[in-house]
C-alpha cells in the first residue's frame, strides 16, 4: 500500500486502446473507413457490428479505469490517514 501510496503501483494499462481490447489479432477498422467503403444499397450491417465491438471495448476500458480509479482512491485514503496519524 506504501507505495501505491507514492504513486508507484498505479500505471496505465497496457493495450488500453479502446480500438485494440478485444481483439488481440487486430485492431478494429476505423468507422470512417468503413462508411466510405459501402457501396450504395448494401446495409449497415458490418458498420454496426464494429459499432457493437467498440462499445464492448469502451466499457471495458471504463470498468478499468474505474478500479484504477478506486485505487487511487484507498491509496490517498491509506495516505492521509497516515499522515493524521503522524501529526
Same mark, same amino acid.
Given at each position: ?21 478485444? =481483439? *488481440? +489479432? ?7 473507413? %468503413?462508411?466510405?467503403? !459501402?457501396?450504395?444499397g #448494401? /446495409? ?20 478499468? =479505469? *474505474? +478500479? ?7 491509496? %490517498?485514503?491509506?495516505? !492521509?490517514?497516515?499522515? #493524521? /496519524?503522524?501529526?
Open positions: 500500500m506504501a507505495d501505491q501510496a507514492k504513486g508507484k503501483g498505479i500505471a496505465p494499462k497496457r493495450g488500453s486502446n479502446p480500438a485494440d481490447l478485444g =481483439q *488481440s +489479432s487486430r485492431p478494429l477498422p476505423p468507422i470512417r473507413t %468503413l462508411l466510405e467503403d !459501402k457501396e450504395d #448494401e /446495409d449497415y450491417g458490418k458498420v454496426i457490428e464494429v459499432l457493437k465491438q467498440y462499445i464492448k471495448s469502451y466499457k471495458r476500458v471504463i470498468a478499468s =479505469q *474505474s +478500479s484504477d480509479i478506486k485505487t487511487l482512491l484507498l491509496s %490517498l485514503n491509506t495516505l !492521509k490517514a497516515s499522515v #493524521e /496519524d503522524s501529526l
